[in-house]
């Protein structure tokens, strides 16, 4: 007989469409012996990068023929998508991995994956081979695309652990399948890595270097979702206002929306996250005049002291924060801003603290994360001297969560008795018979309605605002 032969294409994505095929196949012999379909389930831990990169992964399992299983502990494939930015992110993994090595799987050894950023640490992957030599597969940030070829040599080789991290990547891989969590919306990278080294985080380390995607593939990939039933669209990046930077073509993040808003289908635009550093007025003043861009930006503050600011390596001072932030709000008016602050950094005062309370009064964030400053591996903030003891973190955590409750709640109360438009998202958990949906603003508002208005845009008027959401009534 002659001999069949098989090139393994060189390039992406034909490489990963060959091993999906082979992976197929290999899925069809396992379960040709248990007689059941073969199980997955994907954990994500972190940001919205993840969640996205989690649908990438979702999309790569399906196309092998891997059926989904909501309980984590009975799939027979499990990929934790892995997040690192303060160390209670690593821990959960940890954590969550040892309790799943105690549950046994029914008739089959069941394979775990790990990937995502904390897999760019050494020492984690180093800790993970010690103690937790059960792992299947690891790889990072920079070949999630690699999924069905790592599946594949994990089956050739049992009893190994297959790690495939790369250090960093300039290649942006292109066309990978992807199973949308919601039908209606979508999350779109525009761009990936960070090159802003701020002291305290690691992104830069586990994302690499910025690297946006050309214009022509993110458009040509919301016209793909608008055309599949995508009404809102949110663009995905570690600093979007410095989109554009090293391509073909000369274009800026607000350049980039004015496209996105040509884009037929597509009602809503949504972006994150934004660095104040770079947030220009051709972006405020594209984003007034638009009736598609969301009223809501993100703006990680940080903190309100500008001595903190500069060890953290922020590159504005508090005053520059207000004024934009006010600007914004002044050109703006309906918009939401919220942020992000991380307190207990080296060397934070109360005074600094008091700072940073300041900025909150002026800017009345209508909503914050706020974080204890976690010592993160070979970060410069990692070597500062004057750490802050964590018992007095917390005291100054407990002031500034609770200055930004006091806004957030003044801020969303704002609407009540007006009619804004909905999309709907889900069955609601507040009451029976009820949905629930964002506002442009991003706050939530549950109402009356059956579960057929899921996907639509509705009018809905804010009857009575429960601290952080609504309820209300369809009009
Ligand atoms: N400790 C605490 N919070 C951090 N963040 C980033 N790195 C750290 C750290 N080492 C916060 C920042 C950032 C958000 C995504 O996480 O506020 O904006
Ligand atoms: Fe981290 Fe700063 Fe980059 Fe945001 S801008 S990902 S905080 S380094």
């Known amino acids: 007989m002659d001999k069949e032969f098989r090139i393994i294409p060189e390039n992406e994505p034909e490489r990963q469409y060959y091993f999906i095929e082979l992976a197929k196949k290999l899925r069809e012999e396992k379960e040709n012996e248990t007689g059941r379909p073969l199980t997955y389930h994907v954990t994500t831990f972190g940001c919205q990068m993840n969640a996205r990169d989690s649908e990438k992964l979702t999309g790569i399992l399906e196309a092998i023929g891997y059926t989904c299983e909501e309980k984590e502990e009975e799939a027979d494939f499990v990929i934790f998508n892995t997040c690192t930015i303060r160390d209670n992110a690593d821990q959960k993994v940890y954590g969550r991995l040892g309790y799943l090595h105690g549950k046994k799987n029914r008739d089959r050894k069941r394979v775990i994956a790990l990937c995502g950023c904390m897999m760019q640490e050494k020492s984690a992957v180093e800790k993970i081979k ?15 695309y690699k999924l069905a070829e790592l599946i594949c040599s994990a089956c050739q080789f049992e009893d190994t652990m297959v790690i495939d991290i790369q250090d960093g990547s300039n290649e942006i891989v292109e066309d990978i399948p992807s199973l949308r969590k919601y039908p209606f919306k979508s999350g779109v990278n525009i761009m990936f890595g960070c ?24 458009i040509r990939e919301i016209e793909k979702l608008a055309r599949d039933g995508v009404k809102e669209v949110m663009l995905l990046g570690q600093n979007v206002n410095s989109y554009g930077k090293g391509l073909l073509r000369n274009i800026s993040f607000a350049e980039l929306l004015k496209e996105v808003e040509k884009v037929p289908g597509i009602e809503r635009i949504r972006f994150m996250t934004s660095h104040p550093k770079d947030l220009s007025d051709e972006l405020i003043e594209v984003m007034s005049s638009s009736d598609k861009i969301c009223r ?9 002291s500008t001595r903190i600011l500069e060890r953290m390596n922020r590159r504005y001072t508090k005053e520059q924060y207000l004024e934009l932030a006010l600007k914004i ?47 993160r591996k070979n970060t410069p903030a990692e070597k500062m001297p004057d750490q802050v003891p964590r018992d007095l973190a917390q005291q100054q955590f407990d002031r500034v969560l609770s200055k930004v409750q006091e806004t957030a709640r003044e801020m969303a109360g704002k609407r009540t008795g007006k009619t804004e438009k909905v999309l709907v998202e889900e ?29 639509q845009i509705v009018n809905v008027r804010l009857d009575s605002c429960k601290n952080f959401y609504y309820i209300g009534e369809r009009v």
Do not use: M, W
């Open 130 to 144: 010690k103690s937790y030599p059960f792992v299947n597969i690891i790889f990072g940030t920079h070949n999630i």
């Open 195 to 218: 090159n802003n080294f701020c002291t305290y985080c690691i992104v830069p380390y586990v994302r690499g270097r910025e690297r946006s995607r050309e214009p022509e593939a993110v």
């Open 296 to 304: 809501h930006l993100h703006l990680p503050l940080q903190s309100g």
């Open 329 to 375: 709000r002044e050109k703006i008016p309906d918009i939401a801003i919220t942020t992000d602050i991380i307190i207990g950094f080296p060397g934070e005062t109360a005074e600094d603290v008091d700072d940073t309370l300041d900025v909150i009064e002026k800017v009345r964030f209508d909503g914050a994360f706020t974080f204890i400053y976690s010592k």
């Open 427 to 455: 069955k609601s958990d507040h009451s029976e018979g009820f949905v629930s949906g964002r506002l442009s603003s991003n706050l939530v508002v549950h109402f009356r309605g059956d579960e057929s208005l899921i996907g």
